[in-house]
């Protein structure tokens, strides 16, 4: 599909008159293009002739002429002008903007087909069966859901991947807690659940360095005997642990019944809060880990003969040629571990899902993993230069304190509590607002708010940085929030009530652009294409957040200074109609994409 984004057809055109200009340059130079801040400017703006002329020691104003003279532009700019030391400005002519603006008006908001559609698993969410999703797992889920949305949009085959925490001991000691206490796990309670893991946990602790201070202080007998005690008490829950997943593995009947009780009141919970979040997660795209225990052993022995692994000090390795560490893929005492786990995962996901881009949507804090997983399965041959490893490393969310978003008392915060409460803050503000709502309409208006706010305060955030949590700033309608964007939306929709008709009863009409505002919101519009292509190149969903909040403001300026019910004409009123309903599209468009959830009053 041909581009109808101005920026780029002028990025290529500007490129192939300063190669016709100057055919000598060793190195292609940079159109160096940008939207002008002021009008009087033109529409775009071009800094080449700078840089170029310090190469060429020639004026910048000269060098700026020999671009023009080469410049091909006629069809859709006026003649382009040097402003200041060498500037190049561009004007878009008006007909040339409302036809590609026309273009951008059909069944696929002007976005490009991928021309080699790939098959691709995105690794999100990865939660543990027997705890409560908290807070660290947002980003990680709406961060892979939204690239999700946009790879799917372009035509990619896009298998969501949810990579369960269940299997191994940690799960067992869960599971043989709650069967001591005679758990009823026919009506088993999440709560339940992770009380007995926040138990299991804490019992399964031993205090060997306490025992160490006893001894080495010489605390006396009784403190002695409590600390043995203790550690003896852990290691015996270890033990329990170690039978249950001996009789899990085996099989036994009862215990396996009741480990999928443990999953299924886990991933109930889960589902709720993705039906939540708007993220198109549910149990067809778990993945646990207890997928791949058949597997491990295989692997291992597979690689080993191979000769792709080696034993040093009793233990698996895979030696690495760029990563210094070598990657560990089973312990000394013939256990497996997460990063056996996860290369056989790969090895899955490639000749099974027959995948050829794996994205893992992981905190930043687990690079080196990543660095060592990517190199071992290149380096045991389990893909190979065709397949495209990716780990997008998120920032964490921190509190005002500059230190990980905690409760006072240091615990992590439950997701569906912060949840909860947003919305309770965005009831208060809806309210503040627009008190004449009734309750069933204030509670809609003030879900979608809370949670849009949440997510658009996340996604917005360069993925790889860390960001400060506030709900004042998050829930706030001016500036670049969830809730100023959603309010755009529902403005547009109110105009079309109180026309009377629908917005896709515009799409007929004829655009005008006749003032510098609707010029303005038409060369935001334009911007949709390229930034959800680059949403999918560089996977950052903030390229996708920044157009649309381009998108906003360039419509509050239009909304404030072109009339639209009250236009001076009718003609001028249908074509400032269309112009509100193809921005509505784009905002929903990018909404859906996002997933922040529409409404139509607020």
């Known amino acids: 599909m041909q581009t109808i984004d101005p920026l780029s057809i002028l990025h290529q055109r500007v490129s192939e008159a300063i190669t016709a200009a100057f055919p000598h340059l060793q190195e292609p130079a940079q159109p160096l293009l940008a939207l002008s801040r002021n009008p009087k400017f033109g529409d775009y703006q071009s800094n080449a002739a700078m840089p170029l002329a310090k190469k060429l020691h020639q004026p910048p104003r000269e060098v700026a002429q020999q671009i023009i003279e080469k410049l091909d532009v006629a069809d859709f700019s006026h003649p382009p002008q040097i402003a200041g030391p060498g500037f190049i400005n561009f004007t878009l002519r008006t007909d040339a903007l409302a036809d590609l603006l026309l273009r951008l008006d059909c069944d696929s908001l002007g976005l490009p087909r991928a021309g080699q559609p790939q098959r691709v698993v995105v690794d999100l969410s990865s939660v543990n069966v027997a705890k409560q999703m908290h807070v660290g797992h947002i980003r990680s889920t709406i961060i892979g859901d939204s690239l999700s949305n ?5 035509g990619h085959t896009v298998i969501r991947q949810n990579h369960l925490g269940d299997w191994g001991v940690p799960i067992c000691m869960t599971l043989s807690t709650l069967m001591e206490q005679g758990a009823d796990f026919d009506n088993l309670t999440m709560d339940q659940l992770s009380n007995a893991y926040r138990q299991a946990t804490a019992d399964g602790k031993p205090d060997r360095a306490g025992l160490a201070a006893v001894e080495k202080y010489d605390l006396g007998p009784k403190a002695e005997a409590e600390l043995q005690a203790q550690v003896q008490g852990a290691e015996e829950v270890i033990a329990k642990a170690k039978e249950t997943l001996l009789r899990l593995q085996s099989g036994d009947e009862v215990v396996v019944r009741h480990w999928h009780k443990l999953i299924d009141v886990t991933m109930d919970e889960c589902e709720r809060i993705y039906r939540r979040l708007h993220v198109n997660l549910t149990r067809e795209h778990d993945a646990g880990e207890s997928m791949y225990r058949d597997r491990l052993a295989p692997l291992v022995d597979r690689l080993l003969k191979e000769g792709k ?32 786990t996860d290369l056989a995962a790969i090895e899955y996901r490639v000749k099974d899902l027959q995948a050829t881009r794996l994205i893992y949507v992981v905190d930043a804090r687990q690079r080196l993993h990543f660095q060592q997983l990517f190199a071992a399965a290149r380096k045991t041959g389990i893909i190979d230069d065709s397949i495209e490893t990716v780990h997008v490393a998120f920032g964490s969310i921190l509190g005002p304190d500059g230190k990980p978003l905690k409760t006072r008392s240091g615990e992590n915060i439950k997701l569906a509590d912060l949840l909860d409460e947003a919305v309770q803050r965005a009831a208060r503000v809806v309210s503040e607002k627009n008190p004449d709502l009734d309750e069933q309409e204030k509670q809609k208006v003030a879900e979608a708010v809370g949670i849009g706010a949440i997510k658009y305060a996340d996604l917005s955030q360069d993925v790889a940085r860390d960001y400060t949590f506030t709900f004042e700033r998050m829930l706030a309608f001016e500036g670049d929030t969830g809730p100023y964007l959603l309010n755009a939306y529902v403005r547009i929709r109110s105009i079309f009530r109180k026309a009377g008709i629908e917005p896709d009863a515009a799409t007929t009409y004829p655009l005008l652009l006749r003032e510098p505002q609707e010029r303005a919101l038409a060369l935001a519009m334009l911007r949709y294409p390229a930034a959800v292509q680059s949403v999918a190149d560089k996977l950052e969903p903030h390229h996708l957040c920044q157009f649309v909040y381009n998108l906003a403001t360039a419509y509050a300026s239009f909304y404030e200074h072109c009339p639209v019910l009250r236009a001076e004409d009718d003609e001028t009123r249908r074509s400032r109609l269309r112009l509100c309903a193809l921005t509505a599209r784009l905002l929903a468009d990018t909404f859906s994409l996002l997933g922040i959830p529409l409404i139509e009053r607020m």
């Open 309 to 340: 692994a080696e034993i040093s000090q009793g233990a698996v390795i895979v030696p690495l040629d760029d990563v210094e560490q070598p990657f560990l893929i089973r312990k000394s005492d013939g256990g497996f571990l997460y990063a056996t």
């Open 150 to 154: 946009v790879l799917e949009r372009l």
